[in-house]
C-alpha cells in the first residue's frame, strides 16, 4: 500500500505544519487520510476519506505534537497496550498477510470491531505488532522478524513521536526550524514549512523525537538493506531529497543518458506530462533537441497511479492529459516517459499525435522493462499486467506503432541514482 507519512515536534502549535507537511505528500495516495495532534487540552484530528486539503481545517486542530497520513487506508490506527497508547501510521507492504493474521490470532492476540478477516489491514497488524512489545523499539524489532515486506512507520506516544523504517525501500527523512522537528516520507513537506533537512532515516533505524531533539534510540542491524529506484523515477515529487539524492537531478540524469545512448534525428522532445518531465528535460539538455509539451496535464485530474481499481486508473490516465494540436502537426517527436507497464497509455498517446500530423514518434523509457509487480506496495499492477512479460522490446515497439523504443538500463539506473546496484531495489525487473 501506498502511503505519505508525517510527524512534527513542535515549541508551539504545529497544526498549521502539519496538515502541509501532509498535504504535500499527498501525489503519493488520494483514498483516505488522517492527522492526530496532541498538546492541547484535547487530542484533535481524526481520519477521513479523501484528500488532506478538503478534509482538514487547521481551525479545528490544535497541539504542539502530531502525525499524519495520506494512504490508500484509513490511519492513523491508535491501540491501547502495555506499552501505553500510542497511535501509528505506516507506508509499507506486509507480504503473506493473511498467514500473519492466522499466526497472530493463534497466539492470543484479538481484533475488535471487525466482522470479517478480510478487514483486517496492513495497519491493524503492525500496531498490533509493534504493541505487544513493552518499548516501541523493541516492536520495531520484532516487526523486522515477524513480516516479509518492508515498511516506515511513525508513532505518537504521550510527549514524543517515535519513527523507523525497515529495510529501506520506503523512504523517511528528517527536518528542523526553530526548535521544532520534523519526520516525513519526502523532504518536499519541508520545502513551504520552513523546515530545513537534517537527514534521512537510516534503514533499520529507529528515532525518538521531542522537545530535546531527534535521538536514536535503536539501530537494528539490516543485512543488505536496499532503496527502491522507483522513487527517483517516478513515485517521489521532484523536489524530494531521498537518501541525499535528489529526485529531479536523478530524472535529469537518466534523460540525458537516453539521449546519449539512443540519440534519434527529431524536431522536439516532449515528456507525458508530470512523471516524464525531468526525464525530457535531461534529454533535451544533453541532445539540444528543444523542449516542447505536445501534451498538457489537466490540473484537475488524479494521479493515475494510486487509484485502487484498475479502471478507475484506466479511466483517469485516459482524460488526464489533452494533446496540443499545434505543437505535433508536422513535427519528428521525442517522447519521454518514466515506464511502460501495459502499454495501453503509451499505444493512446501514440495514436493521439499520428492522427493530429506528428511525422515519426520516437519513445525513451526512464527504466528498463517492468517484469513484475511491486511487492512492497508501490503498485497495484500484477506481473501478467507487465507487457514485457509476453513480448520482447522489438515486438512491443511495433504493438505501439512507435518508430523507436529504448529502455533504459540497470547500468543507466546506477549511474543516475550513483547508487551501486547492490543499494538498489530492482525488483520490478529482475
Ligand atoms: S519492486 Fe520496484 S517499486 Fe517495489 S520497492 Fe523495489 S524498486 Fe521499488
Redesign the pocket.
Known sequence: MMAGICGIFSQGDCAKDLVLGTHYLQHRAQDYCGLILKGGEKTTGGTHKGIVKQQFSVDNLYGNYGIGAVSGERQPLSELSRAGGFVTCFDGNIMESDKLKDRLLKSGVSFSGYYDLNEIKDIALLSKIISSEAEFERGIERLLAEIKG?FAVISLKEGKIYAARGWG?KPLILGRKNGSYIVSSESTSFENTGFEIVRDVEPGEVVCINGEGIQTVGNLNIQSP?Y????WIY?AYPTSIIDGVSVSEVRKNMGRILAKNYHVDADIVSPVPNSGRWHAIGYSEESGIPYEEVFVRFDYSDRSYTPGEQSARDKEAKTKLIPVKSSIKGKRIVIVDDSIVRGTQMLNRVEELRRHGALEVHARIACPPLM????????TKKDEDCIAQRISIEEIRKTLALDSLEFATVRDLEEATTFSREK??????N
Open positions: 518492508d525501500r536496499k527502491c529506484t522507483f522513487e513515485t513484475h509487480a511491486c511487492m512492497y506496495g508501490k503498485t538498489l531495489c530492482l525488483e520490478c525487473w
